[in-house]
């Protein structure tokens, strides 16, 4: 089975319907993580949404639509219903779509504005050293653009990696005080299910200190 065996024509703009949970039940992690590389790499229309950016909005909307874990008042989290899929899934994403997924998610995290506290939908699926270092190091890319003194350079980063249409104005939405401080909520909580201590400390996510 290849991914054009699950994917359905549509006419509107949101490009091809894919079913992901189709693909994800009916195969082992490994094939259906190269199906979905397979459509990603075969894109090349700009007026359509990526096929990982899809993929991350159906594990997002998978979270959403949950039950609340009871791990830390001050990290709230959601776990899936289907347990089996979300173990699909988190291999999936940690083990067989890196490199490819770490842009995706930091897309995701950095785009959401008026709900942050809900990347930890997302990060409750991340356990991947690499991926963690990834999101670690464009916190310090983040704090060091706060200090930036081109303001043009300060939100620079930020944009590249939201990636908002250009009739948006990026300045406002882009911040990188607020991507940082996203970035460093997701970091806290991971380091709270994960043994992060050869990637950063404690002390390396104080916002305040200025990296060199």
Known sequence: MTYR????????LSGNFVDFENI???????????????????????MHRDILDRFMDFVY???KTGYWEEFNDAYPAKRMYDQILEKKIMEILNEHLYPDIIYKILKFITRNIYEPDN?????NLIYSKEIIRSLYN????FKKDIHAGDKEKRFLNVQKIQQFPTQINNNELSSPLEAAAK????????????NTDDIFKKEDLLLSVNPL
Do not use: C, G, R
């Open 119 to 123: 990347n930890l939908f997302i990060a």
């Open 24 to 46: 994800i039940a009916q195969n082992d992690p490994k094939d259906a993580a190269a199906m979905i590389l397979e459509a990603s790499h075969e894109e090349f229309d700009f």
């Open 183 to 194: 970035l460093k909520y997701v970091l806290e909580f991971l380091s709270l299910k994960n």
């Open 138 to 141: 464009t916190y310090v890319l």
């Open 61 to 63: 909307f998978k979270t």
């Open 5 to 12: 065996d699950t994917i359905l024509p549509t006419n509107n």
